[in-house]
């Protein structure tokens, strides 16, 4: 009876060492803010449309989402800037301990966790107003950052876990307008790019 327990408890053992090594080798994604453009995260200005931008004065949501934190999020800081081709108005859906708002830096937390581990955790939504109507040369490739908080002692945004501790997270890049540079050229040119 005793060796039947050791072996059972040598390969539990094995098999939680196993898997640590191969946790370890293949980490998860990292933690990272980002500015979406509608409820299914997309990270271009209406990119199926033929103009990117709706309409000057056209009024819009924003969505601030923390993807792949891995933790039950209790707290969230960072700070987002907005390019010239849309207007700040308002934070919408904040969470119910708040100072400051995204252009400003917003710091904010809750009594109860929200599952980080199911993807995305919704931050906030951000009132916004379009000030383009067309991709002029002034709004291409206009930029929407995540940063830090600008009154943080830290160098990237970050959130807290149910554990208290503060996890470091990337701020991405959102694009209106955005272009992707090309050249003409040959399939023989780009096979030969392929080959050794």
């Not at 709706?54 to 800037?81: C, H, K, Q, R």
């Not at 969470?95 to 904010?108: D, F, K, V, Y």
């Amino acid at each position: 009876m005793r060796k039947c327990f050791l072996a059972l408890g040598l390969a539990i053992i094995s098999i939680t060492f196993v898997f640590g090594v191969a946790n370890a080798q293949f980490p998860s994604p990292h933690p990272f803010y980002a500015v979406y453009f509608d409820d299914t995260y997309q990270t271009e200005a209406y990119p199926v449309a033929p103009d990117p931008c709706p309409g000057v004065l056209v009024i819009d949501t924003l969505y601030v989402m923390l993807v792949n934190a891995n933790a039950w999020v209790l707290a969230t800081e960072f700070s987002v800037s907005y390019p010239p081709a849309i207007s700040w108005i308002t934070d919408l859906d904040k969470w119910p301990t708040n100072i400051g708002n995204t252009p400003t830096g917003l710091s904010q937390g809750r009594d109860t966790p929200l599952n980080g581990f199911a993807g995305a955790v919704e931050c906030c939504k951000v009132l916004v107003q379009w000030m383009c109507d067309a991709c002029d040369p002034a709004y291409i490739n206009n930029e929407i950052v995540v940063d830090k908080h600008p009154a943080s002692v830290r160098d990237y945004p970050s959130y807290v876990d149910l554990f208290f501790v503060e996890h470091e997270a990337i701020g991405l890049t959102s694009l209106i307008c955005a272009t992707i540079p090309t050249e003409d050229t040959t399939w023989g040119r780009v096979k030969a790019l392929y080959t050794r």
